[in-house]
């Protein structure tokens, strides 16, 4: 068949342009005559027989691909759902690492499918994957891209070598672009060192050298077992594989392991709310961001009003904020939902983190403040930083000691 033209009718749909093309075959974006978008796949006219047997695996693995057949005729596929776009495109940049570890999770889940059926994927390339308009992830069939490039297995390139285990590998480089934002570069180790990796999660890039051993039995020999390490990555020195002559560095600041949920205490009214140390401290949290006219009048009352109350009117006093992108904040902690920075110099690090801070024992939360101050002072060069949960303030830095508050200031509002 020869190349299909834009807003050309076949097999009763009006086809769209091309998203994406593989060896062999062009997917269209389409609309039928009831007005359904569906994927217009078509065969090419000039495919060898490895191509032609791809493209009739597209019907037969539908199930597996998480794809609907909805026609099919010698040489054109009509299916849904429609894809939007592809694995590569999306707004990785702009997404949080459990957000993009979440879209890798998804095409892991369609791989252990075709497992299932005891058949290999082939590689694994997000040139070659779909989204559909939710930016769900979801294949045509197995072994669609083609068999070179940095996703393809090492055994695949040299020997055309095909197994459950190049699937793993293709899998531990595809968790490589979904972390980095690019493509992994040549390998030729036996064990890859993944330096460039350093500033993310260790339990993550250990979890990658796993993945991609030359060897096959040095990988997970099966997705179940990768997917298990990945749930619990924080969990650094348990999973994965640590190179002996490369050191974990990212190991407290999205590796730290939470602690089960403790049943709540019975509130009691403590002696003294804040200490008299703490009002000294938090008439000096003041200077920095010039609003004592707030405080003048207030004195001691406000000690045992809360550090809450003295935040809550740090942001509404505050001017010159500047929101932190998900690109610049990336590494800080997995517990940060958003990041700023005054324009002080130095500037000061005001950053809020998500509920499952309180999963967190008093140590955990030590360890992770210490390691976000110490990331935030080796990158812009601050000083002094907070720590909120809702308008509670949960930890700061003041100077080079790092305080972490107990329940009292970890309870929102």
Not at 94 to 111: G, K, N
Not at 353 to 366: A, K
Request: glycine residues 8%; aromatic residues 8%; contains cysteine.
């Amino acid at each position: 068949m020869q190349e299909t033209a834009t807003n050309a009718f076949v097999a009763g749909v009006l086809v769209g342009k091309p998203i994406f093309r593989a060896p062999g075959i062009v997917v269209h974006g389409g609309l039928d005559l009831d007005d359904r978008e569906v994927a217009v796949i078509v065969l090419q006219a000039v495919t060898t027989d490895g191509q032609k047997l791809n493209f009739e695996n597209i019907a037969r693995y539908a199930g597996a691909s998480g794809i609907e057949i909805v026609k099919e005729e010698p040489h054109v596929i009509l299916a849904t759902p429609e894809p939007k776009g592809i694995l590569r495109d999306l707004p990785w940049g702009d997404w949080r690492l459990e957000e993009r570890l979440r879209h890798f999770v998804a095409v892991a889940e369609i791989v252990e499918r075709f497992h299932a059926l005891e058949v290999p994927v082939g590689t694994l390339s997000p040139k070659y994957i779909a989204v559909d308009d939710g930016l769900k992830p979801f294949m045509l069939g197995p072994r669609i891209a083609p068999r070179s490039g940095p996703y393809v297995p090492p055994e695949t390139a040299s020997e055309r070598l095909i197994d459950l285990r190049s699937d793993v590998y293709s899998l531990g480089r595809l968790l490589y672009f979904v972390v980095a934002g690019e493509d992994p570069p040549r390998e030729a180790r036996d064990v890859p060192r993944l330096e460039e990796l350093s500033s993310y999660p260790a339990g993550v890039v250990r979890i990658i050298r796993k993945a991609t051993c030359r060897d096959p039995d040095a990988r997970y020999q099966f997705v179940d077992d990768l997917l298990a390490d990945l749930k619990r990555y924080r969990e650094h020195a348990d999973v994965g594989m640590l190179h002996p002559d490369v050191e974990d560095r990212n190991t407290g600041i999205l590796s730290v392991v939470p602690d089960a949920p403790k049943e709540p205490e019975s509130p009691t009214a403590p002696e003294t709310i804040v200490p008299e140390t703490q009002a000294s401290k938090a008439t000096h949290l003041a200077s920095p961001m010039k609003v004592q006219r707030l405080f003048r009048g207030l004195g001691l009352l406000l000690a045992f009003m809360g550090i809450a109350f003295l935040v809550n009117d740090h942001f509404e006093a505050l001017e010159a904020l500047e929101p932190l992108t998900t690109q610049q904040a990336d590494g800080l902690s997995s517990f940060i939902s958003e990041a700023s920075l005054t324009q002080d110099q130095p500037p000061i690090l005001f950053a809020h983190v998500d509920e499952s801070w309180e999963l967190l024992s008093t140590e955990s939360r030590q360890a992770e403040a210490e390691s976000l101050f110490k990331t935030a002072h080796e990158r812009w060069g601050t000083r002094d930083g907070f720590i909120h949960r809702g308008e509670a303030l949960v930890a700061q830095c003041w100077g080079k000691k790092v305080t972490v508050f107990g329940s009292l200031h970890g309870d929102s509002k």
